[in-house]
């Protein structure tokens, strides 16, 4: 594995905006198309996750009706990861809302959105999966970085 890509992917609480946008390419929950949308990308306890904001999501859609996806690391670090988004179970869920809730309601970050975001409404409506990357070195890797 690319160094390169083992620092993109070593993200944590304290990681910009930049550090945390990929780009990810899904294919249509009914048409099959690929699409390619730009997201933030989540770590923690050394393990990858996409969310967003509560709410449906044609990327949440998309991946619950095909698993498989890309993920595309930029900033800095081109490389295409094929990875597959798994479903979370309610101890990770709430786990991995709290850490991307306190960094959306970060000042540096909150900005961005209107008001500040309320735990209860992303535990009940907003897209989670975690990211498995293909490559085992990526996955291993994860254990082994501090994050």
Do not use: C
Request: aromatic share 8%; hydrophobic share 40%.
């Amino acid at each position: 594995m690319d160094n390169a890509v083992a620092h993109a992917l070593a993200i944590g609480p304290d990681s910009s905006a930049a550090e945390r946008t990929i780009d990810i390419t899904t294919l249509g929950a009914r048409s099959g198309i690929p699409r390619r949308i730009e997201i933030w990308f989540h770590r923690v306890d050394n393990r990858w996750y996409l969310s967003g904001m509560p709410g449906p999501r044609s990327w949440y859609a998309n991946v619950r009706a095909h698993p498989r996806f890309m993920v595309h690391l930029k900033h800095g670090v081109k490389a295409d990861l094929p990875a597959t988004a798994v479903p979370v179970d309610e101890p990770t869920r709430r786990r991995v809302i709290a850490a991307v809730l306190d960094l959306q309601n970060r000042p540096e970050f909150a900005a961005r959105v209107n008001q500040r975001q309320e735990f209860d409404d992303w535990f009940a409506r907003s897209p989670l999966v975690e990211i498995v990357f293909d490559d085992e070195a990526l996955r291993t890797a994860s254990s082994a970085q501090s994050g």
